[in-house]
């Protein structure tokens, strides 16, 4: 394809983010045929050389989409290379066709589903705030948790940066005396938001599982093991997404529609007192 922009190209290949492509580009790491580039240059992907640090980049020449599903277990973080040279996702995926990237996140000592793919509008469809992706976990929590705590992670609790977390659909799995293990179904992908939620009420989270997304669910995958998510997979998914966007978009409406009724009101209410006052 020619007359591509090389962040969103480095971005589709998924060596990073459009905002941190721009950068590594500013930083002159990027170069087309051997040649430093400029935020904004485009390319032909189909002939020009593109390389980062000096490594080559590698382009599909056919437009193949992967989405894979791995089982993430603790102690790999969720990024595609890492300064440090800590375990990264990406070492557990082997012998794929071609280069792919995480869909979301999960903290180093968090496990379960994590999704891939080289598919970007699949990606954004997933992770868009506005869509609203259902994402069930498996929370263990120390101490036991009151009533009390799981009506605040019910009904939505404030976090230490001040924003107030969507309501939670909470289901009670084990409640010992010292310790409760829940499944929490959250919509929303703040960074580690079941942590954060459960310590803003005073609980510890001990072990964190993401067991599905939407309904597809991660089954009897193994630890560290991956497999190709299905057709019906895919298509559920994706309708996941879109109903999530129209349910967004009919509460905005509503809302809208109410302060509309309330300024009308207001506005009734002001211009009546205003006649009484003329009357008088």
């Known amino acids: 394809m020619r007359d591509v922009r090389i962040q969103k190209v480095l971005s589709e290949q998924g060596v990073c983010s459009r905002r941190a492509a721009e950068q590594i580009i500013r930083e002159g790491r990027v170069k087309l045929n051997g040649r430093p580039v400029s935020v904004g240059d485009k390319m032909d992907t ?3 050389l593109l390389t980062v640090d000096g490594q080559r980049i590698y382009i599909p020449k056919t437009k193949e989409h992967m989405y894979i599903m791995l089982n993430k277990p603790r102690g790999f973080i969720t ?11 990406m070492d557990l995926l082997t012998d794929l066709p071609v280069r792919v990237f995480p869909v979301g996140r999960l903290d180093k000592d968090s496990e379960g589903m994590l999704l891939f793919t080289n598919d970007g509008n699949f990606a954004n469809l997933l992770t868009h705030p506005s869509h609203g992706v259902s994402k069930l976990y498996r929370v263990t929590v120390r101490p036991h ?36 293990v829940m499944e929490m179904t959250i919509r929303e992908g703040k960074n580690r938001q079941i942590r954060r939620m459960c310590e803003a009420v005073g609980l510890e989270v001990i072990r964190l599982r993401r067991n599905a997304m939407g309904a597809v669910k991660l089954g009897m995958l193994q630890p560290g093991q991956y497999r190709e998510l299905t057709k019906s997979e895919l298509n559920a998914l994706r309708a996941a997404a879109v109903k999530g966007k129209a349910k967004a978009r009919t509460v905005s409406q509503q809302a809208a529609a109410e302060q509309r009724k309330a300024e009308k009101a207001a506005k009734q209410k002001k211009h009546t007192a205003n006649n009484r006052t003329h009357r008088r």
């Open 79 to 89: 990024t595609t290379s890492d300064e440090r040279g800590r375990k990264t996702v």
């Open 145 to 180: 948790a009151t009533e009390e705590q799981i009506m605040q992670l019910t009904e939505g609790v404030k976090l230490e940066d001040g924003s107030v977390t969507q309501p939670a659909v909470i289901q009670v799995v084990v409640d010992e005396p010292e310790r409760t």
């Open 46 to 48: 189909m002939k020009d």
